[in-house]
């Protein structure tokens, strides 16, 4: 039984930083793809970035070069680095998973966590 459960959501204010953390498990081998979605009140969820099984990363254009990606040694949690933060930030956060293929697109995902609140206030 795969689950996947994030923490270190939060309110924070403009400029500010947070990490959000992803522990996954019940994956029968490690050859998965994890990323981040959010989701902001009455928008679609989309794809914030992205990271394969051998460590490639994708980021949406919002969040290269103020977020960052990556996985703890184990390969069983995953992080997001935020930094920068900004108003159009706030959602909800999601980490999710695909055995199969990997991209920003969340169709790809069927492993879903529920969710962490980031709230970024002016």
């Known amino acids: 039984q795969v689950q996947l459960v994030e923490s270190g959501g939060g309110s924070v204010q403009v400029g500010d930083s947070l990490r959000l953390s992803c522990a996954a498990s019940?994956?029968?081998?490690?050859?998965?793809?994890m990323g981040w979605f959010r989701q902001a009140p009455g928008k679609e969820r989309e794809g914030v970035a992205i990271i394969n099984d051998v460590g490639i990363t994708t980021y949406a254009d919002s969040a290269k070069g103020r977020f960052t990606i990556s996985k703890g040694n184990a390969g069983n949690t995953l992080y997001l680095q935020m930094d920068s933060l900004k108003p159009e930030d706030t959602g909800m956060y999601y980490c999710a998973a695909s055995t199969f293929l990997c991209g920003l697109a969340k169709r790809y995902y069927a492993y879903w966590g529920q969710g962490t609140q980031v709230t970024v206030s002016s």
């Open positions: 019940g994956f029968t081998d490690s050859r998965y793809c």
